[in-house]
């Protein structure tokens, strides 16, 4: 019995540990809502210097914040069109920045007729996110934010048409950025300086991510949502925003390989030139817009020479086979953008075979149920020997119990003749367990994957499921879906709560009656409450746990055909019971 209760206490502490943890930090510290960038005061706004300056500490100047209308400044003349097989968008000739970027391939909702994905907007906008090139220096103009850059070459930025941007200082220093872009997201800018003066000039080139916090994804224990960077050989998930505002400017150690921004579907990030060693450094500049900045380490160029880095830009979606595709390139550890966590070596293998799934049929929901069927083929051993183990148990049970009656008052006594008990019939207590730890690092690493894959997102099942990453919206407080309005958190029952609540009861009713009273209990109260826990989760989740769970019925039954004294003696416990509450009734009667 001591064992049986040790086996239900570490099913509820890994329960607990798993979905507790996340229920009550969403519960009872919610993420506070930052405050939009067009919204803040401007009593508030910091001091800054002039955008593109340098200050003792070698820090580039955040830029003033204004606040402007989005479809305004999208409107002005002269910029340069964006029209790449994934984005579109334009460039700002003033500041030559990249500021408005829209996701062709991504909508906003469900809805068709939705929208596009915007993910850069220009610096004042409540959504403002962006990229600025440019150089700094002592004693040599540069262009800064305020510089109207001329078109030289290109006049539309496509897959196989780059654009260049020039500026010449009027000193004998032109100044070039050549665009282009590739199929996905990612942007290549070249930085060019070409001196035509006397004598020569030293130059450090930059580049920085510029955004607002007020639309970013919430942080949360698992799933990071902030500053990103790769150096020295590991991605650093360590920053939120908060935290840089907190503690100032960030210098992250040794030479960065990439940084930017990244929410949980969207990244922004920098790419150094590995010509050049760079250093990378977040920021705050104040009512909630932070920067991401890749200052390359000073240059000289002589006169009649021309000196360039370049930069590349990824402004895209976290798609892993594309972040894949550009680690294959070169960009060291580009895949990890996508914050796997622990259980990375499961959580990856089983995106991979989720992905081919979907090719196979076509539908994401019939990719997790095959997905499911899978895993539990490959855990049919396992389970086939947990249930020999409790078999096994069963029998020896009336051997157990007299053990118990005869060295009741010596625990110590008790525990030495039950384990020379199961060394005589070899029988493991333990062995019972084995399913269930190595189900929780696969449920775990399956819950990452449908949190964090965009692959999934807006994806439908059939029926009302239109999106396998999104809570189930047919909850039984809004009639499933006829009355206008989304019940909260934990109170949001729906359709598929309710069937991973019934068919993990109807687990436990075929499972042997625990001897235990209080076991008996727990076994029938945990269904519903893992109902009430799961239910604000990914459809697409609680879609794999009713399938296990009916797989998992199935097995049983099989395995009861396999081991008939097993389901004798579970039909006796039955029994027993029975006669024993009949008894308790007619005693108190």
Sequence with gaps: MDNQRNLIIAVVLSAVLLFGFDFAMRTFYPESEEVPANMASREDAPTVRAPGTVNVEG????????????????????????????IAGSINPVGARIDDIQLKTHRQTVDPDSGPIRLFAPAGTDVQQFAQFGWVGEGVAVPDAQTRWQVIEGDELTQGSPVTLGWDNGEGQQFRLTFSVDEHYMFDVRQSVTNTGDGSVALRPYAFVNRTSA??????????????????????????????????????????????????????????????????????????????????????????ETISRTTRLFAGAKESAVLDLYEDQGI?????????????????????????????????????????????????????????????MRAVQPKMKALQERHKDDKQKLQQEMAKLYKEEKVNPLAGCLPIFIQIPIFFALYKTLLLAIEMRHEPFFGWLRDLSAPDPATILNLFGLLPFDPPGFLAIGVLAVLLGFTMWLQFKLNPAAMDPMQQQIFMIMPWVLMFVMAPFAAGLLLYWISNNILTLAQQWYLYSRNPELKAQMAKDREDKAREAERKKAEEG
């Design 332 to 392: 060291e550890r580009f895949g990890l953008a996508i914050d796997w966590g622990w259980f990375r070596f499961i959580a990856w293998p089983m995106w991979q075979v989720l992905i081919f799934l979907f090719g196979v049929f076509g539908n994401f929901g019939v990719a997790i149920i095959a997905l499911t069927l899978i895993i539990r083929l490959i855990l049919f051993p396992i389970a086939q020997k947990q249930f020999h183990s409790m078999a096994q």
């Design 59 to 86: 820090e580039i100047a955040p830029d003033a914040q204004v606040v402007r209308d989005l479809d305004g400044e999208l409107a002005a003349t002269g910029r340069v069109e964006i029209d790449a097989p994934e």
């Design 215 to 304: 639309n970013a994804s919430p942080s949360t224990w698992n799933v990071h949502s902030g500053p990103i960077a790769e150096g020295s050989g590991e991605v650093n998930f360590d920053w939120d925003y908060d935290e840089v505002s907190e503690e100032g400017p960030v210098n992250l150690a040794g030479s960065t390989s990439w940084l930017g921004f990244t929410d949980i579907y969207w990244m922004s990030a920098l790419v150094a030139d590995e010509a050049g060693s760079a250093d990378g450094t977040f920021r705050s500049a104040g009512n909630g817009i932070y920067r991401a900045d890749l200052i390359y380490d000073a240059i000289t160029v002589p006169a009649g």
